[in-house]
């Protein structure tokens, strides 16, 4: 199986401060994605990765910045946690060139 | 990418083979369907995928018709911890320029002992 873990895992933080999550990998994966999971909108893509210091929007991107300054690690950043942003976050890298992702065990994270 | 319609639940009895069906109407010629399950509370985890040709791996059979408009994941002999949601995913290879994957509400599989 794919190393990846997720940091923290559980979290809680005021409206307006500042937020990071950190996703590690063991292996070289090129590609690395974040995702948000909210009841009713199932799995959205916030940012993905495609190498070092190589990132792009997705979905739903307002509000979140990333960096990949090392291959293993893909940081995303609440600049200023809202109350919208309570959610639960998987990191997810790609195996290969096809679509089978292998997930992180999620964090949650509670904006009051 | 083709839109997918899966049943919101099933049951299936321990120890029975979990049939969840997707159908895939739509689905373009180099799209292959891809069925991930989430756990409660766990991320979602890769089962199998396939373009036209029957699959089987240690988790599940995969059977895709032969129109290809539609598909059947087969869990063999379903368990307690099969219990899930699952998504089926129609996307081509390189899912585009991002390669990710977009999930849809998916078939909430309950197993029952």
């Known amino acids: 199986d794919a190393g990846i873990t997720q940091s923290p895992r559980h979290k809680v933080t005021e409206t307006g401060t500042p937020v990071t999550l950190r996703c590690h990998q063991t292996e070289n994966h090129r590609y690395m994605y974040w995702y948000r999971q909210d009841p009713g909108h199932g799995l959205r893509l916030i940012h993905y990765s495609y190498g070092v210091k190589d990132t792009d929007k997705g979905e739903v991107s307002d509000g979140y910045s990333v960096s990949r300054s090392k291959t293993e690690d893909f940081l995303l950043t609440l600049e200023s946690a809202t109350s919208s942003q309570t959610s639960v976050y998987f990191c997810?890298?790609?195996?290969?060139?096809?679509?089978?992702?292998?997930f992180g065990p999620g964090t949650r994270l509670t904006v009051l | 990418d083709a839109k997918t319609t899966q049943p919101p639940s099933m049951d299936c009895a321990e120890g029975r083979a979990a049939n969840l069906p997707c159908n895939h109407s739509?689905?373009?010629?180099?799209?292959?369907v891809y069925w991930y399950r989430q756990i409660h509370s766990q991320g979602p985890q890769y089962i199998i995928h396939g373009l036209k040709n029957n699959e089987t791996n240690e988790m599940a059979s995969l059977i895709i018709t032969e129109d290809r408009k539609s598909s059947t994941l087969i869990l063999p002999h379903a368990t307690l911890r099969d219990t899930a949601v699952y998504y089926c995913?129609?996307?081509?290879?390189?899912?585009?320029?991002?390669?990710?994957?977009?999930f849809g509400k998916g078939t909430k599989l309950s197993v029952k002992p």
């Open positions: 995913i129609v996307r081509a290879p390189e899912g585009g320029s991002q390669g990710n994957l977009i």
């Open positions: 739509t689905i373009s010629g180099n799209e292959y």
């Open positions: 997810a890298i790609r195996l290969g060139g096809g679509l089978e992702q292998f």
